[in-house]
């Protein structure tokens, strides 16, 4: 029977350790970037086990590993914050909320927004208040002919 290295040096073996603090996962990864790392024959996502391990701890229910550098890759335990589902969604990089102008062109400022709230009150998402205006004629404008055309 083959005598396998003890976890840890397996791990660290497949790990880079960059000029950033960034520990990059160089073995597997899965189809959304995190590494996949095998022991006693089970899969389990590397940065979890590495905070597990490193911090001697285990990862309580309902919480999620944030990676603060950004990278999915990273499996920095010191780069990996505990935090709940809605934190972690929070924090992600959404292009939607770095946009700086509308798709019609028109700028995306704190007077020309409106922030709503979806049907359940649980997320709020915003819109262009001179695409809605715009809109809002266009529709007026079709009610009020239809109304006219009435017989």
């Given amino acids: 029977m083959r005598q396998w290295p ?3 040096e397996r791990f660290m073996a497949k790990v880079e350790i960059l000029p950033n603090g960034c520990w990059r996962w ?38 999620q590993c944030d990676h603060r550098c950004r990278n999915r890759w990273c499996v920095n335990p010191n780069h990996i914050e505990l935090v709940t589902p809605l934190v972690n969604t929070q924090r992600g990089i959404n292009p939607k ?3 700086s102008h ?29 695409c809605r205006n715009a809109n809002q004629n266009k529709h007026r404008k079709i009610k009020r002919q239809a109304m006219r055309d009435k017989p």
């Fill in 102 to 130: 509308c798709v019609n062109g028109h700028p995306l400022t704190e007077d020309n927004l409106i922030w709503y709230l979806d049907k359940n009150w649980n997320r709020r998402y915003k819109q262009c208040r001179a």
């Fill in 6 to 8: 003890p976890a840890i």
């Fill in 26 to 63: 160089m073995a597997s990864c899965n189809t959304k970037g995190y590494g996949a790392f095998t022991v006693d024959g089970k899969q389990h996502p590397a940065h979890r086990w590495s905070v597990e391990h490193f911090r001697h701890t285990t990862i309580p229910k309902g919480l």
């Fill in 97 to 99: 909320r770095i946009r």
